[in-house]
């Protein structure tokens, strides 16, 4: 842990100062924080400060990020579909950072971290889940990056820490969307800007996509149990779909109704890649505890009550929303 995290970090309880306490010099690798106020400690282990429960709903994004650490991010891959993604649906210049501290909120294994630290910006990277360690050993010796273990309801920051916030794909698994929304803006600093995506719910039937037939099953399933199942089924199920859902006409309909994440149209991946992507993309949409889609009115006007102005959407995949913390 870099020290420069401390300038922005609080008690995400009481939200007072916190004390360090650790024996280490420079960079922190172990130690603990205890509030001023409160009282309360949080450990500091492997470099992350730790302001969260270790078994908590989304112990499936960490088995999931932990077993596939590499597979999305450009600098493994080779492609630059994470890079097109971040500042596709951010629409920041990625050479207008410098100084700038930005949060990933709900950052995985990295997968936009790795973009946005490459940038003069500060980044910040979140998740609940032990991902985060993923993300270490992903991006590690890069000294603009700053990792935290928390959750998105009680983060540890003080508020206005932020100049940009992006939450790319994460809101519809958490217990509470409207309520993840409406935390993230606090953090704005005035003239700050958000950037979110979501799975939007567009018509009633959206709720009909094949996947909702399944995750009352599967996200019971243990892990691991779920994951061999997927590869067990997905020699004969990848074949299948790359042919049914590249026929014309019909593809997108076997789309809607096989829930198997088969990218056909991504032509930037491998053969190989696409399959290891289909493994990767059909657990993690048959595994979360939630999986709720958001309409865009009902996120606008969450936004709009807490003081975001300026909304616009992007013209990507799912429901993307920009917008700027008023000055």
Not at 43 to 72: C, H, M
Not at 263 to 283: G, I, M, N, P
Not at 290 to 315: F, N
Request: proline share 5%.
């Amino acid at each position: 842990m870099n020290q420069k995290l401390l300038n922005i970090l609080c008690c995400p309880k009481c939200q007072s100062d916190l004390e360090l306490k650790t024996d280490d010099v420079g960079e922190i690798n172990e130690g603990l924080f205890k509030c001023l106020k409160c009282g309360k400690e949080y450990p500091i282990t492997n470099g992350i400060p730790r302001f969260v429960e270790l078994d908590n709903y989304a112990s499936s994004f960490g088995y999931q990020w932990n077993i596939f650490r590499k597979e999305q991010l450009d600098t493994y891959n080779g492609t630059n579909l994470s890079a097109d993604r971040l500042w596709g649906e951010t629409k920041w210049d990625p050479n207008a950072l410098s100084g700038e501290w930005i949060l990933d909120a709900g950052c995985g294994a990295g997968r936009f971290l790795d973009i946005a630290s490459q940038t003069a910006a500060e980044v910040v990277g979140i998740d609940i889940s032990n991902a985060i360690d993923a993300s270490k050993e992903n991006l590690k010796g890069r000294p603009n990056l700053h990792l935290i273990q928390s959750s998105i309801y009680e983060l540890p920051f003080k508020p206005g820490a932020f100049d940009k916030i992006y939450c790319i794909g994460v809101i519809q698994h958490t217990p509470d969307p409207e309520k993840t929304v409406r935390v993230l803006p606090r953090f704005l600093k005035k003239g700050g800007e958000i950037a979110v995506t979501i799975y939007e719910k567009r018509k009633w039937f959206t709720m009909l996509y094949s996947k909702y037939w399944f995750r009352p099953i599967t996200k019971r399933m243990s892990k691991e149990g779920l994951l061999k199942v997927i590869e067990g089924v997905m020699p004969v199920a990848f074949p299948v779909t790359s042919f049914l859902f590249r026929l014309p006409g019909l593809g997108k309909f076997f789309a809607f109704v096989i829930p198997v994440a088969n990218y056909v149209d991504e032509k930037d991946l491998s053969d190989k890649q696409r399959y290891q992507w289909a493994v990767l993309d059909t657990f993690d949409m048959l595994s979360p505890q939630y999986d709720q889609p958001q309409t865009e009115a009902d996120v606008v006007k969450y936004l709009k009550e807490e003081g975001i102005s300026d909304i616009s959407r992007a013209t990507n995949f799912g429901l993307n929303l920009i917008g700027k913390r008023k000055a």
